[in-house]
């Protein structure tokens, strides 16, 4: 049982670049969830899925795009990078009946 | 607006010793509260949840309180530990159902 995974680890991305972080979980949960952290400011969410075929935006959507590829998958995008989006990067998953988030390891981009 | 509120300066304090950390939150009527560690380099991993009725939970050395007159969770690590420093994040769940987590405080329990 791996339980959420990431990838990559470390990404570093020019102003304007695109890319796509990967998540997977085998735990078959139906929630999934993307959050950035910054230094002080805690986890905000930036989009979920609450089902297969089903996203929403969260606190901080704007410059993002999310797909809920299948029950297993979540992936984020990023279609023009700046620098206000250098972060920590965080995929989560939650069965419905728990309330308990389950992290992945995290993403750690720096847009130059 | 929705805020928590953890303390951002490290707390240190000495093996043996009850760590206890504090989360405050404002505009909240959360239905429960999480607390989560997060290691260096790592994603939180869930320790404890309260709910709005509960008053005090317990989990080996970890007890957690839940005051919503006072709109405060209290986090206590008895006989710490140099393996429990760490950041501790609280976590409510907001008015969207998601939840919102604080800032976080780091541990640093030295031998």
């Known amino acids: 049982n791996a339980g959420v995974t990431q990838t990559p680890k470390f990404q570093v991305l020019k102003t304007g670049q695109s890319m796509t972080l990967q998540c997977a979980q085998d735990m078959n949960h139906n929630s999934m969830y993307w959050y950035r952290q910054d230094p002080g400011m805690g986890l905000r969410l930036i989009y979920y899925?609450?089902?297969?075929?089903?996203?929403d935006k969260g606190e901080v959507p704007n410059g993002y795009n999310v797909s809920r590829l299948n029950k297993r998958e979540f992936s984020l995008r990023l279609e023009s990078a700046a620098p206000s989006q250098t972060s920590v990067y965080f995929c989560?998953?939650?069965?419905?009946?728990?309330?308990?988030?389950?992290f992945g390891p995290g993403t750690r981009l720096l847009v130059l | 607006s929705q805020k928590i509120e953890q303390n951002s300066e490290a707390l240190n304090i000495q093996e043996g010793k009850t760590a206890t950390l504090t989360c405050n939150y404002t505009n909240y009527s959360p239905a429960y509260l999480q607390w989560y560690r997060q290691d260096p380099g790592r994603g939180p991993v869930f320790l404890l949840l309260i709910r709005e009725n509960e008053k005090e939970k317990r989990k080996e050395r970890l007890k957690v309180t839940f005051d919503t007159t006072l709109k405060q969770s209290l986090f206590h690590i008895t006989a710490s530990q140099p393996a429990d420093s760490a950041t501790y994040l609280c976590?409510?769940?907001?008015?969207?159902?998601?939840?919102?987590f604080g800032g976080g405080t780091r541990l640093m329990v030295k031998p």
């Open positions: 989560a998953s939650r069965r419905d009946t728990q309330e308990t988030q389950y």
């Open positions: 976590a409510l769940l907001n008015a969207g159902n998601m939840l919102t």
């Open positions: 899925s609450a089902s297969e075929g089903t996203t």
